[in-house]
T-cell receptor, first 115, second 114 residues
Framework: DGGITQSPKYLFRKEGQNVTLSCEQN?????MYWYRQDPGQGLRLIYY???????QKGDIAEGYSVSREKKESFPLTVTSAQKNPTAFYLC??????????????FGSGTRLTVV | KNEVEQSPQNLTAQEGEFITINCSYS?????LHWLQQHPGGGIVSLFM???GKKKHGRLIATINIQEKHSSLHITASHPRDSAVYIC????????????????FGQGTILTVHP
């Protein structure tokens, strides 16, 4: 079945360590997104990528980095520069910015706790 | 003011009740999504609307583009409907084309008691 796989589901890291969250999709979607969710707040966009080898900062990109070397994969690195990294991280993908308004799919999320 | 506002923030109902969750937005959009998030965190897309009304089982979603408002209705609610319901919009840019990025409401926490 096609979908988005995020791993791991739960992740614990020590303060000051970088950590990379995985996001893989087999939907042949062009665009991929990373969102952060904090309690009581709507999801906020961290980074997005419309095509391979290209990505753009979202609303809260500071302290994060991404890469898009393959269409299927869009890993997110939470660096030590991110002041409040403990959050729920969601990856999503869609067919494309200016195409049919279908196919927006979310992963199951990764809950990152920094101790 | 947030670009997407949902109401109510919390909603408690008894099994069988008719439920309405509202979403208002302040910008031009190309589409509106209704999403469901269960306690485990994963999000499921329920509807995507650009006009009119859609129905899937006990769920109905409507949108009024002129009034910049959408509603999600659940008929004959059931405890398994308990979840967070999120409204999200795709913004239009000045050229009128659609971005893939979504802007989210803060969510409505629905609890349905047996």
């Amino acid at each position: 079945d096609g979908g988005i796989t995020q791993s791991p589901k739960y992740l614990f890291r020590k303060e000051g360590q970088n950590v990379t969250l995985s996001c893989e999709q087999n939907l042949n979607h062009d665009a991929m997104y990373w969102y952060r969710q904090d309690p009581g707040q709507g999801l906020r966009l961290i980074y997005y990528s419309q095509i391979v080898n290209d990505f753009q900062k979202g609303d809260i990109a500071e302290g994060y980095s991404v890469s898009r070397e393959k269409k299927e994969s869009f890993p997110l690195t939470v660096t030590s520069a991110q002041k409040n990294p403990t959050a729920f991280y969601l990856c999503a993908s869609s067919i494309g910015d200016n195409r049919a308004l279908l196919g927006y799919t979310f992963g199951s999320g990764t809950r990152l706790t920094v101790v | 003011k947030n670009e997407v506002e949902q109401s109510p923030q919390n909603l408690t109902a008894q099994e069988g009740e008719f439920i309405t969750i509202n979403c208002s937005y302040s910008v031009g959009i190309s589409a509106l999504h209704w999403l469901q998030q269960h306690p485990g965190g994963g999000i499921v897309s329920l509807f995507m609307l650009s006009s009119g009304k859609k129905k899937h089982g006990r769920l109905i979603a409507t949108i009024n583009i002129q009034e910049k408002h959408s509603s999600l209705h659940i008929t004959a609610s059931h405890p398994r409907d308990s979840a967070v319901y999120i409204c999200a919009v795709r913004l239009k840019n000045a050229g009128g084309t659609s971005y893939g990025k979504l802007t989210f409401g803060q969510g409505t926490i629905l609890t349905v008691h047996p």
